[in-house]
């Protein structure tokens, strides 16, 4: 069997969502809340090889697995999530914000019983007036870990583990400058762009960040220079904010 992409359109996209939000509704009827569309579609910024991502809102204790799968040629994604745990996950700051806080806040609504979506944006404004701390706090650690595993593959001679651990520094690291930015991911491909756009990050951040990642030709001993340097300037933006990732104790 030959697995192919096809190329589709905006509309085609669109399309598609509207066939499956009726099946969707066919099929689970009352217990459905809302029908949107996210991801690149949503903000027509889907291109010819884009997946369709969805989520579906159900009532509290309604439990429907999430689909993946491939359709003539389409990436359909169709997340279910109950009400509660919806609403939650849009309220809070966590180390992934960066990357979930679209989906909360640009969709394209095909279906919405009695009104629902108000209360998803009400969620989201308390999310935007939360705190970040402690999810800088838990991207910090995470990147200081992932220091610890390039200077291990740097010891022990693993260049193909430099490299790929040098790319994870580089990510944990552009998380941290969204968090500290208090900007989110619009769209998975413009991942760098916004990060690089920033108003607040290391000077030479994006030369860093290149060289970690090995988005232009370096050396291993480069590849570790730049990221250890990285992951200085990035922690020096994080103590300023008054976080400390360090204890004198161990806590239990």
Same mark, same amino acid.
């Given at each position: ?9 905006? +509309? =085609? ?13 066919? +099929? ?8 949107? /569309? ?8 889907? $291109? ?6 969805? /989520?579906?809102?159900?009532? =509290? ?5 999430? +689909?993946?799968? !491939? ?16 609403? $939650?996950?849009?309220?809070? #700051? ?5 990357? &979930? ?8 609504? /095909? ?10 944006d009400e969620a989201v404004r308390e999310s935007d007036g939360a705190d970040f701390t402690e ?13 610890? #595993?390039?200077?291990?593959?740097? !010891? ?23 968090? !500290?930015?208090?900007?989110? #991911? ?6 760098? *762009?916004?990060?690089? &756009?920033?108003?607040? *990050? ?8 290149k060289k970690s990642a090995s988005f232009t030709p370096a050396s291993p001993d480069e590849i570790? +220079? ?7 300037? /990035? ?12 204890? =004198? &104790?161990?806590?239990?």
């Open positions: 069997m030959t697995v192919e992409l096809r190329k589709l359109t905006h +509309k =085609d996209r669109l399309n598609i969502g509207q066939q499956i939000s009726k099946r969707v509704l066919n +099929k689970y009827g009352d217990a459905v809340l809302t029908v949107f /569309i996210c991801g690149s579609t949503a903000k027509q910024l889907d $291109r010819p090889y884009s997946d369709l991502e969805m /989520i579906v809102a159900v009532r =509290d204790g309604v439990e429907i697995p999430m +689909k993946y799968y !491939l359709c003539n040629g389409l990436v359909v994604e169709i997340d279910y999530l109950q009400e509660s745990n919806f609403l $939650r996950g849009a309220r809070r #700051v966590t180390q992934n914000w960066p990357n &979930e806080g679209d989906q909360y806040r640009n969709r394209l609504v /095909i279906f919405e019983r009695e009104g629902w979506m108000r209360r998803l999810a800088i706090r838990w991207a910090s650690i995470s990147v200081t870990e992932s220091m610890g #595993v390039l200077r291990n593959a740097h !010891l022990t001679g693993d260049m193909i583990g430099v490299r790929a651990r040098g790319r994870i520094v580089a990510g944990e690291g552009a998380i941290i400058v969204f968090l !500290l930015n208090r900007r989110y #991911v619009t769209t998975t491909s413009w991942f760098w *762009k916004q990060a690089f &756009e920033c108003p607040w *990050k290391p000077n030479d951040f994006e030369e860093l960040v570790v +220079k730049a990221a250890e340097q990285l992951h200085a300037e /990035i922690m020096e933006m994080v103590e300023s904010r008054g976080i400390s990732i360090e204890s =004198d &104790e161990l806590i239990v």
